[in-house]
């Protein structure tokens, strides 16, 4: 367990200068148990309950500290930093507990200076580091004892985030665990509803704990925590509550920042209606459009009251209603239907476009090129399943294929002439994808790409830590970041096909899985190969391997993933 009584003296030094000549506490059991339950005990002070997700607020370019103590050796410990509006620096360190003094037998402890000083000069380790808005997690299944601290830092603005930490985190499951297939489903769209479908929670179905869904619908992007929507929602009320720098609050009190965590029964469907929060004057400000709409425990949701022909972002959490703990599905986006009949998107050259296709539907997209040019390239990345398009020319055919994953297609050019792409969805879902049709292919959005993209493990050079694997590259010169993920031995291309959104980033990656990234090209195409031997893997093992290729626009495609194995005996 995390004992913080034995660990309160050693926290007392972060108390104002006018306590340092105070003697240190007894340690009293029964009256640490009395404290620990006063709320008020924990407040100005940095400690990390036991199996309690705290919030908590951060100054700009002011970090902010937590502590914690492990007793003994070979104790389970999670610890989950969740960031809400703005990218966090974090790292947990620890250090070996300072040794107790006898006081020259009298009983008496020591000064709290004296104390202080020894935890200072004491050496600490760091353990793990992270950069970003994800939701990150430190896990051990036998961690050492010691002092643990952990450091939090924003460099972009003030902002909140919260903290969890336990050493029973297998008992405890606070957080709702995702499907096997944590995709959100477009099943029915209209000109001002959508239908969303989901797959129930095996925390709810299996292990019979009490669940909600909330649905989270706006017109900017998704979301990776309902702590960040929540941010969003109450981002008035919460930055004019912001206490002034140099004074803390009390973790427990969420009110403090304008947090309200009203669970909405969901017989309000409407989107985007006037409420009044708190009962104040708040200053006229432009309303955030989003909104946040719990619905129990169905897995099948029509939002309605939409604006035809725009496109939302929509966002399921899964809510623990024990813990108030929620985990995040996979977001998804469309676009509702216009009112008249739908009209072609105009594509402008060398700019990507989002493009949503309803099942069985179809979209249509026009090119016409201002100027004169000798060549046109279409870029087609399709995010989930395969689409069928169609390209004509001044109403004449030049092509029709299925197109899966990433192609590019090039086609010749002619004065003044005007392109019609026909998309069409498969039957059996939404496809979403991103186009980009340019006349300048030297300065695309999208990276060049091989015409293989597959990646090839050499079976020969397999050990039992580490496998070697190649790809193909191009005579231009981009960057490549290869992930690596521990699955199962039974995983399969069924199971890879559900993996979430193709078109995201490896922004959205675990820094755990980063191998490595590098800049490679060759300007002779038959010698446009890499390798990488990717090292540190456990015998016997299954990984799922990634490469991204990161053009100069910033846009970033994924070559097909690799399953490989580690040989079992070596």
Same mark, same amino acid.
């Given at each position: 367990?995390?004992?913080?009584?034995?660990?309160?003296?050693?926290?007392?030094?972060?108390?104002?200068? *006018?306590?340092?000549?105070?003697?240190?506490?007894?340690?009293?059991?029964?009256?640490?148990?009395?404290?620990?339950?006063?709320?008020?005990?924990?407040?100005?002070?940095?400690?990390?309950?036991?199996?309690?997700?705290?919030?908590?607020?951060?100054?700009?370019?002011?970090?902010?500290?937590?502590?914690?103590?492990?007793?003994?050796?070979?104790?389970?410990?999670?610890?989950?930093?969740? %960031?809400?509006?703005?990218?966090?620096?974090?790292?947990?360190?620890?250090?070996?507990?300072?040794?107790? *003094?006898?006081?020259?037998?009298?009983?008496?402890?020591?000064?709290?200076?004296?104390?202080?000083?020894?935890?200072?000069?004491?050496?600490?380790?760091?353990?793990?580091?992270?950069?970003? @808005?994800?939701?990150?997690?430190?896990?051990?299944?036998?961690?050492?004892?010691?002092?643990?601290?952990?450091?939090?830092?924003?460099?972009?603005?003030?902002?909140?985030?919260?903290?969890?930490?336990?050493?029973? %985190?297998?008992?405890?499951?606070?957080?709702?665990?995702? &499907?096997?297939?944590?995709?959100?489903?477009?099943?029915?769209?209209?000109?001002?509803?959508?239908?969303?479908?989901?797959?129930?929670? %095996?925390?709810?179905?299996?292990?019979?704990? %009490?669940?909600?869904?909330?649905?989270?619908?706006?017109?900017?992007?998704?979301?990776?925590?309902?702590?960040?929507?929540?941010?969003? /929602?109450?981002?008035?009320?919460?930055?004019?509550?912001?206490?002034? +720098?140099?004074?803390?609050?009390?973790?427990?009190?969420?009110?403090?920042?304008?947090?309200?965590? @009203?669970?909405?029964?969901?017989?309000?469907?409407?989107?985007?209606?006037?409420?009044?929060?708190?009962?104040?004057?708040?200053?006229?400000?432009?309303?955030?459009?989003?909104?946040?709409?719990?619905?129990?425990?169905? @897995?099948?949701?029509?939002?309605?009251?939409?604006?035809?022909?725009?496109?939302?972002?929509?966002?399921?959490?899964?809510?623990?209603?024990?813990?108030?703990? *929620?985990?995040?599905?996979?977001?998804?986006?469309?676009?509702?239907?216009?009112?008249?009949?739908?009209?072609?998107?105009?594509?402008?050259?060398?700019?990507?476009?989002?493009?949503?296709?309803?099942?069985?539907?179809?979209?249509?997209?026009?090119?016409?090129?201002?100027?004169?040019?000798?060549?046109?390239?279409?870029?087609?990345?399709?995010?989930?399943?395969?689409?069928?398009? /169609?390209?004509?020319?001044?109403?004449?055919?030049?092509?029709?294929?299925?197109?899966?994953?990433?192609?590019?297609?090039?086609?010749?050019?002619? +004065?003044?002439?005007?392109?019609?792409?026909?998309?069409?969805? @498969?039957?059996?879902?939404?496809?979403?994808?991103?186009?980009?049709?340019?006349?300048?292919?030297?300065?695309?959005?999208?990276?060049?790409?091989?015409?293989?993209?597959?990646?090839?493990?050499?079976?020969?050079?397999?050990?039992?830590?580490?496998?070697?694997?190649?790809?193909?590259?191009?005579?231009?010169?981009?960057?490549?970041?290869?992930?690596?993920?521990?699955?199962?031995?039974?995983?399969?291309?069924?199971?890879?096909?559900?993996?979430?959104?193709?078109?995201?980033?490896?922004?959205?990656?675990?820094?755990?899985?980063?191998?490595?990234?590098?800049?490679?090209?060759?300007?002779?195409?038959?010698?446009?190969?890499?390798?990488?031997?990717?090292?540190?893997?456990? &015998?016997?093992?299954?990984?799922?391997?990634?490469?991204?290729?990161?053009?100069?626009?910033?846009?970033?495609?994924?070559?097909?993933?690799?399953?490989?194995?580690?040989?079992?005996?070596?």
């Amino acid at each position: 367990m995390l004992l913080l009584h034995y660990f309160m003296p050693y926290l007392l030094f972060l108390l104002p200068l *006018s306590s340092w000549t105070q003697k240190l506490p007894t340690r009293d059991e029964e009256l640490f148990q009395m404290q620990i339950q006063d709320k008020t005990f924990f407040h100005d002070s940095s400690v990390i309950p036991d199996g309690a997700e705290i919030s908590s607020y951060l100054f700009r370019e002011t970090p902010k500290r937590f502590f914690f103590v492990v007793e003994e050796d070979n104790t389970p410990l999670a610890v989950t930093v969740t %960031p809400c509006d703005a990218p966090l620096e974090w790292k947990l360190s620890l250090q070996e507990l300072p040794e107790e *003094s006898s006081g020259e037998g009298s009983g008496e402890p020591e000064p709290l200076d004296q104390q202080k000083q020894q935890i200072i000069n004491e050496e600490s380790t760091e353990l793990f580091s992270y950069r970003g @808005n994800d939701v990150e997690y430190f896990v051990s299944s036998s961690s050492s004892s010691g002092l643990y601290q952990l450091e939090l830092l924003s460099t972009e603005k003030d902002t909140h985030f919260k903290v969890y930490a336990s050493t029973t %985190p297998e008992s405890d499951q606070p957080y709702p665990e995702l &499907p096997y297939d944590p995709r959100v489903d477009v099943t029915s769209l209209g000109h001002t509803t959508v239908t969303l479908a989901w797959k129930p929670s %095996p925390t709810a179905s299996l292990l019979k704990q %009490p669940m909600q869904y909330c649905v989270v619908i706006n017109k900017e992007h998704n979301f990776k925590s309902l702590c960040a929507v929540e941010a969003k /929602q109450n981002a008035d009320d919460a930055f004019m509550m912001a206490p002034k +720098p140099g004074l803390d609050f009390s973790p427990f009190d969420f009110a403090h920042f304008g947090f309200s965590f @009203n669970s909405n029964s969901g017989k309000d469907r409407s989107f985007l209606k006037s409420t009044s929060k708190f009962g104040r004057h708040t200053y006229s400000k432009p309303r955030v459009d989003l909104e946040k709409i719990c619905i129990g425990n169905k @897995n099948i949701f029509t939002v309605s009251d939409l604006k035809p022909d725009t496109q939302y972002y929509f966002d399921i959490f899964a809510v623990n209603t024990n813990t108030n703990m *929620s985990t995040a599905y996979v977001g998804t986006f469309a676009r509702t239907k216009e009112e008249a009949k739908q009209k072609t998107v105009d594509l402008k050259d060398g700019k990507v476009t989002d493009v949503f296709i309803k099942r069985k539907g179809s979209k249509f997209l026009h090119f016409a090129p201002v100027s004169s040019h000798q060549k046109v390239t279409f870029f087609v990345h399709s995010c989930l399943d395969a689409v069928q398009i /169609q390209v004509r020319r001044d109403g004449k055919l030049l092509l029709s294929q299925n197109v899966e994953g990433v192609r590019q297609f090039q086609l010749r050019g002619k +004065p003044k002439a005007k392109y019609l792409i026909r998309m069409k969805g @498969n039957k059996k879902g939404a496809s979403m994808l991103k186009f980009l049709a340019t006349t300048r292919p030297n300065k695309q959005s999208f990276p060049s790409l091989p015409e293989d993209t597959r990646i090839k493990a050499f079976d020969k050079l397999r050990t039992c830590s580490s496998v070697t694997v190649a790809w193909l590259g191009t005579q231009e010169r981009n960057k490549f970041c290869i992930y690596r993920k521990e699955v199962d031995d039974n995983y399969n291309e069924e199971q890879k096909k559900r993996e979430q959104n193709q078109c995201l980033g490896p922004d959205l990656r675990k820094k755990s899985e980063k191998v490595l990234c590098k800049y490679f090209h060759s300007q002779n195409l038959q010698k446009a190969v890499t390798t990488e031997t990717i090292k540190g893997l456990q &015998p016997g093992k299954s990984y799922l391997l990634d490469v991204y290729v990161i053009g100069h626009g910033g846009h970033s495609v994924k070559y097909q993933s690799k399953l490989v194995k580690t040989r079992k005996f070596c």
